[in-house]
């Protein structure tokens, strides 16, 4: 059974910083393309970044460019969101995905095959 438990959501004013973990279980971790993803109230759900099963390619949403790092620790079966510089517009649940996939490029949220159940960021003004 596939399993991904997200962690570190929380309140932060805007300019600062957290750090998002996905932890996940239930699968060969190295096999599998791994992504971070958002969904505002009253928005479609969007992806954040990307990051391919070698963690030789990553992908960003634009708005997130240069302000968020994806990363991954095959030893821990762990992904990573370093958000920094945080606006209020990044206010949203972020969830981590999975998809069985040896793809280089964008892999939007139908395309993903596992989902955790999501953390909330809130940034205040």
């Known amino acids: 059974q596939v399993q991904l438990v997200e962690s570190g959501g929380g309140l932060v004013q805007a300019g600062g910083s957290l750090r998002l973990s996905c932890a996940a279980s239930?699968?060969?971790?190295?096999?599998?393309?791994m992504g971070w993803y958002r969904q505002a109230p009253g928005k479609e759900r969007e992806l954040v970044a990307g990051i391919t099963r070698g963690a030789d390619n990553t992908n960003y949403a634009d708005s997130v460019k240069g302000r968020f790092t994806i990363s991954r620790d095959s030893a821990k079966n762990t992904v990573y969101l370093q958000m920094n510089s945080l606006k209020p517009e990044d206010t949203a649940v972020y969830y981590c995905a999975a998809v069985y996939s040896d793809s280089c490029g964008v892999i939007g949220p139908y395309g993903m095959d596992y989902w955790g159940k999501g953390t909330l960021v809130t940034v205040s003004s």
């Open positions: 239930g699968l060969t971790f190295g096999m599998y393309y």
